[in-house]
């Protein structure tokens, strides 16, 4: 279905070729997974088959891709639209009509397909991804599950043979990751469709896929069987690491099959308690009693009542929507509580300003390039600098410490994900705030990105800062968080220690624990502690 | 929304009746009754959309005429009698601005009628925002006649992409406060916003592309707009609020012509 010959790929005003000779061959209804760490050119690649790369962003291809027959070199992405269907990492990005059904619709009218046929496609389309009940709804107001879901409808209706997506799962929570990507392995077996998906997080998709696709840096690739690619791959999902860890002699891909493997190992072992570090020195930095707030005309927050000490690295989980972000920007001071009242460190946030502001709470939006606005890196470290007042050089120093090797000169754009998260995390740093607040910081990471945030989160945890995160990433919670606030409709449905949170439920258990049930690990380390 | 939603030329053509018929009829009573209805249909009808917020928007914008509207009538203008409510002092004015005054008494008559006409036009302008607040302005480029449709598709995108940047620049000067800028500079939100916006044009052209646009010359309509009964019955009930302003010209004018003795203005 689709072939590689010899393909490499230069983009303009650049002297790295992000991809090398590589050669693939992918048959119809295979289910292929790209991989790769951040920047190592896993969009490119999927862009490629369509022919978006180089048509619409430039840059040299040198050998040739075949898609059905048909090779990009001459075609453009127009013209197989028909044929192939691409769902880009920000679906809400690529919206073009107001409602569900029309941008279902626009493909076909751009094509200028009959109306009964396309009454008929469109109507086929939403019942095979349970859309009918959102048909007329504007999708500025569909969840971000749901807006997933309209991206590969409104794909699938051309009746393409190959669909290509980008990230599908990333912004999702566990619960809609699990939908997606079931309604793809559904398409993959009854309608033969090729599916083409690159992902950070693996855990989610590596018992779905046939082959992967490994991205191994500086443009050199391979593509084999999962088993195979894993058992050697520098990016491992957790899973994996336990059978590289517990040197299993071959490597298990499901939950299933690896509970059978390690069926000796969990009756031998005894049950035993993870460590709780409860600091004595640790003090009250964030009360919240009672408070309520309303996000446009809904209630976001109701009756929520907490409070959060230093030393502390609290989760704050659930669904899309639950409120997770209003009680982060109403203990920041961003958000006035309707009633109810939050104090941190003594103050009300609301009345902080300036320098005493940021002095007190570090705050990381979910974007972290909203923070940044110079045009270097040093420029940005020296701007930190100076309205923090501390000495010129600190944010550098701190940044270095976090991202070794970047450069100062770079423009804060063209940094990986990673490394922008790390600048944003050092320009918060400089103002040395008692709290630090993280939005979703694990969107877009690799696991190589996530563990140095996982170290330096508990290094400044033990400096007796009080950390709060919001995310979907279980298995970012199961090593670094020590307690869970679990939302629901605007209330706390669950407030505990880590273990006893992700263990009640079990769409939310990361995947060791899935493994070691009922035993309470859900780390890789946590098993290998208890072996010793 | 059970119903189909109803065709925008029809909304635009109900508002448009009443607007004309309230002009006509120069009521402030009435006009005050007319806009209570359309903002209880409003209220009824308008879905969850960035452009239901219009009326709203009309609304404040025609309270903000009436009070221009008051204070150039109190400050400027000619001297109309009547009772004085009090005094503002007068502003000489070059000799070769005859006629015109500023400051001065002012009397009631001058405030009321000044009043009454922002209030007027005021009602006019909340109707014609009823009326975009209930049709989508994506539905209503559809009823455009093909010729003009790739000038719609950019007004399709303008319009998408414009309440996003209105976001994003929220959340961005949001971003910077809580870094500790008292004072949110211009280029602090400009830089990132601007990045932000080209990299979502950006991918809103590759996604365009990528399904198709412009490869094929004709386009194909997905259930075009259609006129049934419930489109007629509301431009009837409409044109029926014509009828008082038609039947005044009509007897105006016909008046005119059966009295020939009298001289026409």
Same mark, same amino acid.
């Given at each position: ?62 050998? !040739? ?44 009218? *751009? ?115 999962? $088993? ?11 899973? =994996? $690491? ?71 690295? =609290? ?34 946030? *609301? ?23 110079? $045009? ?37 754009? !063209?940094?990986?994900?990673? $490394? ?113 | ?13 109900? #508002? ?41 928007? #009309? ?66 302008? #909340? ?131 059966? #009295? ?6």
């Amino acid at each position: 279905m689709i072939t590689f010959a010899n393909v490499s790929l230069i983009y303009p005003h650049s002297i790295k070729t992000v991809l090398e000779d590589l050669s693939f061959t992918v048959t119809e209804g295979e289910f292929v997974l790209v991989m790769g760490s951040t920047g190592s050119g896993k969009s490119s690649l999927l862009r490629l088959i369509n022919g978006l790369v180089p048509h619409h962003t430039g840059g040299i291809l040198a050998g !040739d891709i075949l898609v059905d027959g048909i090779s990009t070199r001459n075609v453009k992405p127009g013209g197989l639209s028909h044929l192939i269907g691409i769902v880009g990492q920000n679906p809400l990005n690529g919206f073009v009509a107001d409602r569900v059904e029309e941008e279902i619709a626009f493909g076909m009218e *751009t094509l200028n397909m009959a109306p009964e046929v396309m009454r008929k496609r469109v109507e086929e389309v939403l019942d095979l991804l349970s859309l009918a009940d959102l048909r007329d709804r504007s999708i500025a107001t569909l969840s971000g599950g749901e807006q997933q879901r309209v991206a590969i409808a409104s794909a699938l209706v051309m009746h393409p043979k190959v669909l290509v997506l980008d990230e599908p799962t990333s912004a999702l929570d566990p619960i809609a990751a699990e939908e997606v990507l079931s309604i793809l392995q559904r398409l993959v077996h009854d309608l033969g469709l090729t599916v083409i998906i690159s992902e950070h997080r693996l855990e989610r998709v590596i018992q779905f896929v046939d082959r992967i696709i490994n991205i191994e840096g500086d443009g050199i690739a391979v593509i084999g069987s999962p $088993q195979e690619i894993l058992k050697h791959s520098a990016i491992a999902p957790p899973i =994996v $690491q336990l059978s590289r860890a517990l040197k299993m002699p071959a490597i298990s891909l499901t939950v299933r099959e690896m509970r059978r493997a390690t069926q000796d190992l969990r009756g031998s072992s005894i049950a035993r308690e993870r460590e709780s570090l409860v600091n004595t020195s640790a003090e009250e930095v964030i009360r919240i009693s009672k408070l309520r707030s309303v996000y446009g005309t809904k209630v976001a927050l109701n009756d929520i009542s907490l409070s959060v000490k230093s030393h502390e690295i =609290v989760a704050v989980m659930g669904r899309n929507g639950a409120g997770k972000s209003t009680l982060l920007r109403s203990i920041s001071g961003i958000q006035k509580p309707l009633s109810g009242e939050v104090s941190v460190l003594k103050m009300d946030p *609301t009345r902080l300003k300036g320098r005493e502001r940021a002095a007190s709470v570090g705050y990381i939006p979910q974007e972290p390039s909203d923070l940044l606005y110079g $045009q270097s890196v040093e420029g940005e470290c020296r701007q930190a600098d100076k309205d923090n007042g501390v000495a010129p050089g600190t944010t550098y120093e701190i940044l270095t410490s976090l991202v070794p090797n970047i450069s100062p000169s770079v423009h804060p754009r !063209d940094l990986s994900e990673g $490394q922008r998260l790390g600048l944003a995390i050092s320009v918060v740093l400089s103002s040395n705030p008692k709290i630090l607040i993280l939005d979703e910081p694990t969107r877009g990471l690799d696991y190589a990105a996530k563990s140095s945030l996982i170290s330096l989160l508990k290094t400044l945890a033990n400096d007796g800062r009080a950390i709060i995160i919001a995310t979907h990433d279980v298995e970012l919670v199961a090593e670094v968080a020590q307690r869970i606030l679990f939302l629901a409709d605007g209330e706390i449905v669950a407030d505990g220690p880590t273990v006893d949170v992700l263990l009640s439920s079990p769409a939310f258990a990361p995947q060791v624990a899935k493994i070691m049930a009922p035993l309470p690990w859900l780390t890789v380390n946590d098993v290998l502690k208890s072996e010793l | 929304m059970t119903h189909r939603a109803l065709h925008p030329l029809a909304w635009w053509i109900w #508002a448009g009746s009443l607007a004309i018929a309230l002009a006509k009829s120069n009521s402030l009573l009435l006009s005050a009754s007319v806009v209570g209805a359309v903002a209880i249909v409003v209220s009824k009808k308008s879905e969850n959309a960035p452009w239901a917020q219009s009326f709203r928007w #009309a609304l404040t914008m025609g309270l903000w005429i009436v009070i221009i509207r008051i204070f150039v009538g109190i400050t400027i203008g000619v001297p109309t009698y009547g009772r004085a409510i009090f005094t503002l002092p007068v502003l000489t004015l070059p000799t070769w601005m005859v006629g015109i005054r500023v400051g001065g008494p002012v009397t009631f008559e001058r405030v009321s009628a000044t009043a009454h006409e922002g209030f007027m036009l005021a009602a006019i302008i #909340a109707l014609l925002g009823a009326a975009s607040s209930l049709s989508s302005p994506h539905r209503l480029l559809r009823s455009i006649p093909i010729m003009v449709y790739e000038f719609g598709v950019a007004v399709v995108i303008a319009t998408s992409v414009l309440p996003q940047i209105v976001t994003s620049a929220g959340r961005i000067r949001q971003a910077q406060e809580l870094r500790g800028q008292t004072s949110t500079s211009w280029r602090r939100i400009a830089l990132p916003l601007l990045e932000d916006s080209l990299s979502r044009s950006l991918d809103l052209a590759a996604a365009m592309d990528s399904r198709g646009y412009g490869f094929s010359r004709k386009r194909s309509r997905y259930r075009p707009n259609s006129w049934t009964q419930r489109e007629f019955l509301l431009i009837a009930l409409g044109v029926i609020s014509l009828i008082y302003p038609l039947v005044s010209v009509v007897t105006a004018t016909s008046a005119l012509l059966l #009295a020939p003795g009298q001289e026409r203005p």
